[in-house]
């Protein structure tokens, strides 16, 4: 459930020799596999191919560079890093720098300090309480992303959204979430969305850590953040690592703050997957410029798809 | 003694007000999809109806484009993408398991690596030139198989927990009185799978019902388009949305996915896959 994604296991990369025997002999493999490689080349390799080529052309949907694209070099990469231009909003190095603000505060701090903070107060605990905080959580997590993004619009309302219903109770004013503060707006809306894989991954590493190095620091008398230093942090070292490459990589290219505010106001809020919808699917519809900014984008995912694989590998072999 | 027990009060307090701080903040955004459909004259606020009623419902069951959204284009594009994703990452992860593939290795390396990489709207702009080649822009079929292509590699790691945890001798006995390769899969291992291939169904169905970006892209006729898009009919061309109806609206499309969490819940728990068996 929730996101299409979930995390990939170290024990998937284990080689065939430290592996049970096979029942079957490998030409029942292939068959049981032939589905999946068909997929994995037509909707995982060939398009990744394919962006490469597209990025050096002219081509769009409509006009005369439909049926027939010239190949044009570089100069849709030429566009994108223009320095005169690229850190205007709305062009491709603002948009990156807004994905780095996004992900920094929504991820890393946001869902991975939330989610870290719910599983350790809820460590070794059971009941009401613990259900009840994870169910919503995890609502949060899986109700469709168009169904929040308008329960969102309503909560962020200048003039009848909760949130300002509350903050004006207690004195702190209404600020105009979605016109005066946008990213801020985002960047809370992406917390919320997101915090349940950190949580749960955190709290399923939680569950490893043996009860007797608990309570041997207990009887030693260690305080809260003693235990969390000691024993919490360095034995969840790796999973940490984990939850934060992959939630980067996700909400690097995560499309829902869309629904929120369409990338607006004054493009405060477009983020580069935005961008690359903007420019390939309305308006124009420049694939070749798209596939420029789509290249861009599957490089930096597969340097931390990278570092991910580096990192588990690592931790495999110590 | 004294100090220990007023710690361990005061630590539960202090968890209490806590969990309550968090509950609130991941309660409130969607109070308003709980009051609003019931609210005859629902604007961005939470109020509690005085006069609940159903009358915001009748008026949804009454649009036709939307209905046909919900129960018509959701559940086919649903419907295929679970068939298709439990049966291709069934059969994919039990090949993994239960047999040395030559290449294997690189297959799982190839998987893990592009499904990270080639995703959201960048892996868009090719797919929908590829999808343009095929034909199947604006069809069912389209959807279905990008969607599928998406979710399959999460799919066959979930599915492999569950055929690593069933024994192999069953197979082997059954392979020793002579079944053939595909009879041991359907008939004695596919029985202890089963739950396996539920919460991947389910897990596939959720995450085609909810998907925006992929049919916002390839879909074009009204007629084929799901909930998510069907949502933004109840705006008027000027933009602003008929509040009442988006919200009763929103509440039916949530309602499939709220059932389906509580049925994985309670009968499988709701395990999480996030590698940290290893």
Known sequence: MGPGRVAWPPSLLERNVERKHAIFPARVGIIFLTPTILFVVVFLLYPFVRVFLLSFTNQTLLGTTAPNPEFVGLANYQRLFDPDRWMRLGEFGSALEITVQFVVGSALIGQAGLGMLIAWAFYRKRGVLREAVFTLVILAWIIPETVVAFTWVAFLDWEFGTLNSVLDTIGLGRPDWLFDRPLHSIILFNSWRGTAFSMLLFSGALETIPPSYVETAEVVGANAWQKFRDIFFPLLRGHILTDLILITLWTFNVFTPFLLTGGGPAKRTELVSIYTYRTAFMGRHEFGKGSAIAVVMMLINLTLALIYLASIRRRRVT | ?278
């Open chain 2, 1 to 278: 003694m004294n100090t220990f027990l007023a710690r361990s009060w005061l630590a539960r307090v202090l968890l209490f007000v806590f969990a309550v701080v968090i509950a609130a903040f991941f309660v409130t955004p969607l109070l308003w999809l709980i009051t609003a459909p019931f609210n005859t004259q629902a604007n961005l606020a939470v109020t509690i109806p005085s006069n609940p009623s159903l009358a915001n419902f009748e008026a949804v069951y009454n649009n036709k484009f939307a209905m046909r959204a919900l129960f018509q284009n959701n559940l086919i594009i649903g419907g295929g993408v679970m068939v298709l994703v439990a049966g291709v990452a069934t059969m994919a992860s039990y090949g993994l398991s239960r047999t040395h593939v030559p290449g294997r290795d690189v297959l799982v390396y190839v998987l893990i690596l592009f499904s990270s990489v080639v995703s959201g709207t960048a892996a868009m702009v090719p797919i929908f030139l590829l999808v343009f080649r095929l034909g199947l822009i604006d069809t069912y079929a389209g959807v279905i198989l990008v969607m599928t292509g998406g979710l399959l590699p999460s799919a066959i790691f979930i599915m492999r927990d569950f055929i690593d945890s069933i024994p192999r001798s069953y197979e082997e006995a059954a392979l020793v009185c002579g079944a053939s390769s595909l009879r041991v899969f359907r008939d004695v291992a596919l029985p202890m799978v089963r739950p396996g291939v539920v919460v991947v169904a389910i897990w596939a169905f959720v995450n085609a019902w909810g998907a925006f970006l992929i049919p916002s892209v390839l879909l074009r006729s009204p007629d084929r388009m799901p909930a998510s898009i069907a949502s933004y009919s109840f705006y008027t061309e000027a933009g602003t949305p008929n509040l009442t109806l988006l919200s009763a609206y929103a509440f039916l499309y949530t309602i499939p996915v709220l059932v389906l969490y509580l049925i994985v819940n309670w009968r499988f728990g709701f395990r999480f896959f996030g590698g940290i068996k290893s």
